[in-house]
């Protein structure tokens, strides 16, 4: 069984600093796509940053320069930090893989459990 467990989410003064963690607990052969996404109550889920398999990055305006996406592959581990926090960015955090389980098998979208982030004074 594959699944991804969330970890890192808690307080969080504004201005300070969070590390989420995203762990592929089972065998998988690679994965292919790395998201990470957010949903604070009454908004849609909305993408925050993604990394390839080649390790370019991409963020969204709302957090770019303040969020980083970075992975260890030996781990299968996607890894969010966020820095400089502000209140807006209160919300559960989702981390998105795709995930090829065995080669020449198709890709599946997998998503963690959530973890919540508040940011207040």
């Known amino acids: 069984q594959v699944q991804l467990v969330e970890s890192g989410g808690g307080l969080a003064q504004p201005g300070g600093s969070l590390r989420l963690s995203c762990a592929v607990s089972?065998?998988?052969?690679?994965?292919?796509?790395m998201n990470w996404y957010r949903q604070a109550p009454g908004k849609q889920r909305d993408l925050v940053a993604a990394?390839?398999?080649?390790?370019?990055?991409f963020a969204a305006d709302s957090v770019k320069g303040r969020f980083t996406i970075s992975k260890d592959n030996a781990k299968n581990t996607v890894y969010l930090q966020m820095s400089s926090l502000k209140p807006e960015d209160t919300a559960v955090y989702y981390c998105?893989?795709?995930?090829?389980?065995?080669?020449?098998?198709?890709?599946?979208?997998?998503w963690g459990q959530g973890t919540q982030v508040t940011v207040s004074s």
């Open positions: 089972g065998s998988i052969f690679s994965i292919n796509a």
């Open positions: 998105n893989l795709g995930l090829l389980i065995r080669p020449g098998g198709d890709e599946y979208d997998y």
């Open positions: 990394i390839t398999t080649g390790g370019s990055t």
